[in-house]
């Protein structure tokens, strides 16, 4: 135990049975799904309402006591990971849809409902929530806010940020607040909203968030596109973007990742890299649109272009593309998997998945590249052989590389993972003397330095 956690103060806030020192349940809460080390919390509590948050946080910042949000823990770049021990605050209890607002196509949320949950409460209103994370079927809305996560219809719709519209949050001296507004569009002092998303509970604690909807489209195809070789798929996406085709989804898996998902998933796709593509619309334009598409991957010389015409085909087909990193999880398992998450400029994403393959081939390393490429965003596995210190520094060298080439190209270091632990190293290689300024952020909200420390920056 790293912090003297009075378990009894923290019991009469939240009740005996919600919380906890018992080892299974710090042990559970030591690690996400990144390749990072474990780290054991001193306590957890299982608050049910913004009110027992706050009291949480008064105590915690009366006594110097760090405190880490605890959605999911589905995270890949060891974003919740308790470092510095402290109080982890689960938020599996805040799970509920609070207000759907039909007219002005709104619902308000917990921060631990699940992205799946969500849309097919929504999907009985002809309404959903876009952003679609490969993770959909445990990703929370809070961790989706914490990291301003996207997702496979981010070409389309955009990311996380583009939806939010309120938060409530609590500061960590315990102050409950609402930031933003309902409406569509304001000027209206400075973004706090803007300035949450994406904080990865450094700052505060969010406990209510009110995102805007869209329509079901009336009509939706799906595509996959076969080809020879990796630059005739990723120049295929340069120009479906370029010439301005409406794409709601085009996701990219090299030859290795399409093998490891037929084994795991029963499949028979073709070996090769390979397009996903899905279009959103009216029957007509879908139509026209995967028409085009289908011009543009026979100019590229594909090898095969094949439509998914049902429901239970688009179903299949985009199992596949969400399962693909549980697939190279279960083909390797007993082995570590060291994810990567760089996003680039369009005109870069094809040179980007050239340079992984070219550091595979150089290391020695598997390396399975994958991604939405759509918006350049650049998927990675690295597979290192458990308790291999050599190969782990392998790793972690390749790992360098591909974030410092990402740079090179005028890249980011994160394109929907966020920082974490993980990517901590590049932050200031990526933004320079700015991140004094988000220091000078952290420390003006945060003065006491308890909210989720070690994260993003030193």
């Not at 981010?154 to 996380?160: F, I, L, M, Q, R």
């Not at 543009?296 to 688009?314: G, K, M, V, W, Y």
């Amino acid at each position: 135990m790293r912090y003297a956690v009075d378990l009894n103060a923290l019991a009469a806030i939240v009740g005996a049975n919600n919380v906890s020192a018992r080892q299974p349940d710090l042990a559970a809460h030591s690690i996400d799904e990144s390749y990072v080390a474990p780290s054991l919390p001193d306590a957890i509590v299982w608050p049910d309402s913004t009110e027992q948050i706050a009291q949480v946080m008064r105590y915690a910042y009366e006594h110097a006591i760090p405190v880490v949000p605890w959605s999911g823990g589905s995270s890949l770049e060891g974003n919740p990971v308790p470092v510095a021990g402290g109080i982890v605050l689960a938020m599996y209890r805040l799970n509920k849809i609070l207000n759907v607002n039909e007219p002005d196509l709104q619902v308000t949320v917990q921060p631990g409902v699940i992205y799946d949950d969500l849309n097919a409460h929504l999907r009985r209103l002809g309404l959903y929530f876009p952003p679609a994370p490969g993770s959909s079927d445990v990703a929370t809305l809070g961790g989706m806010v914490a990291n301003n996560s996207s997702g496979m219809h981010a070409v389309k719709y955009g990311v996380t940020r583009n939806y939010i519209l309120q938060l409530k949050i609590v500061t960590p001296d315990g102050r409950i607040m609402e930031i933003g507004s309902r409406a569509k569009k304001s000027t209206s002092g400075y973004d706090l909203v803007g300035l949450f998303i994406g904080s990865e509970g450094t700052l505060g604690v969010i406990t209510e968030i009110t995102l805007r909807l869209m329509g079901m489209p009336e009509q939706v195809a799906s595509a996959v596109a076969v080809f020879d070789t990796l630059e005739a798929a990723t120049a295929t996406v340069y120009d479906a973007v370029r010439y301005g085709l409406d794409i709601a989804a085009i996701e990219l898996l090299d030859a290795g990742t399409v093998h490891v998902t037929n084994v795991q998933q029963g499949l028979s796709l073709r070996e090769a890299p390979t397009l996903f593509v899905e279009f959103h619309g009216s029957k007509a334009g879908v139509s026209d649109q995967t028409a085009y598409m289908q011009e543009i991957c026979n100019d590229n010389h594909c090898l095969s272009f094949e439509s998914a015409d049902t429901p239970e085909q688009r179903s299949i087909l985009w199992a596949a593309r969400r399962e693909a990193r549980n697939s190279i999880k279960l083909y390797h398992a007993g082995e570590v998997l060291m994810s990567g998450d760089v996003c680039l400029p369009m005109s870069r994403f094809g040179e980007m998945v050239t340079f992984v393959h070219q550091v595979s081939t150089e290391t020695g390393l598997q390396i399975y590249a994958f991604g939405h490429a759509g918006d350049g965003n650049l998927h990675t596995e690295i597979i290192i052989a458990r308790d291999d210190e050599a190969m782990a520094r392998l790793g972690n060298q390749a790992t360098e590389r591909i974030v410092r080439h990402a740079l090179s190209l005028g890249g980011t270091i994160a394109g929907e993972h966020g920082v974490g632990l993980a990517k901590k190293p590049f932050i200031e290689q990526e933004h320079g003397a700015a991140v004094d300024l988000m220091r000078a952020i952290k420390q003006a909200l945060d003065p006491r330095g308890i909210m989720n420390p070690g994260k993003i920056f030193a």
